[in-house]
């Protein structure tokens, strides 16, 4: 999921008019945390290399090109500053440290499988970078889960959209993947909430027992 504020026509004649620097760019700047409809353009390059308008294999160096650098820039960012800009952000939305700070706990143990799948999952594709950060990853770590992940990301993105793009509209190829990408998001944050949600409450039933 990102910001839709440009049609997909409107993304469509970007693709065509500036190539495989759209691809480049439009999934970097996504993946740095930026909620811009990278995906969308990056399903556009395939679907256009499956018309014989770009090349199917710069199309894919280049959403790999993309996905790799820009989860770099969003793992230092979150790495930086990321975990004070949340706190501050916390308290604005009432939010306790102490459910923040589980919830970086629960992404710190499962972090590793989040960077290498989460390319697949509505929103967990834009801010896994600078979650990964927030919660320490190693670095070393990160990088090897980040390419990884984004080899296999854009291998398949982009072969689908390249097939695909001969057999359906350009609109259904999107609603597809993006359907998948928020079913597997309601799946994530079920995975995620609920231990948080039983840790947290765990604790407070303990702090009561303990006044007693």
């Known amino acids: 999921m990102s910001i839709e504020f440009v049609s997909l026509d409107n993304i ?41 308008e770009l090349k199917y294999w710069l199309v894919l ?12 820039f969003g793992y230092w960012i979150g790495r930086v500053g990321g975990w004070q800009f949340l706190l501050r952000a916390g308290k604005v939305f009432r939010i306790q440290e102490v459910q923040m700070e589980l919830a970086r706990e629960q992404f710190s143990k499962n972090a590793a499988k989040a960077v290498f799948f989460g390319r697949f999952v509505t929103l967990l594709r834009i801010f896994a970078g600078p979650m990964a950060g927030i919660a320490q990853m190693p670095y070393k770590q990160f990088l090897w889960c980040n390419l990884g992940g984004a080899a296999l990301w854009s291998l398949i993105i982009v072969t689908i959209s390249y097939f695909l ?13 993006t359907e998948f990408g928020v079913a597997a998001l309601l799946l994530i944050v079920l995975f995620l909430l609920i231990p948080v949600l039983w840790e947290y409450s765990q604790k407070k039933l303990s702090a009561k027992k303990s006044n007693f």
């Open 12 to 52: 469509q004649e970007i693709a065509r008019q500036y190539g495989y620097w759209a691809v480049f760019i439009g999934i970097a700047l996504e993946n740095t945390g930026i909620p811009i409809p990278g995906e969308t353009i990056t399903i556009t390059g395939g679907f256009l290399a499956g018309s014989g």
């Open 61 to 72: 160096v280049s959403a790999i090109a993309g996905a790799v650098l820009g989860d770099n």
């Open 165 to 177: 793009g001969r057999l359906v509209s350009l609109q259904q190829i999107v609603q597809w993947i």
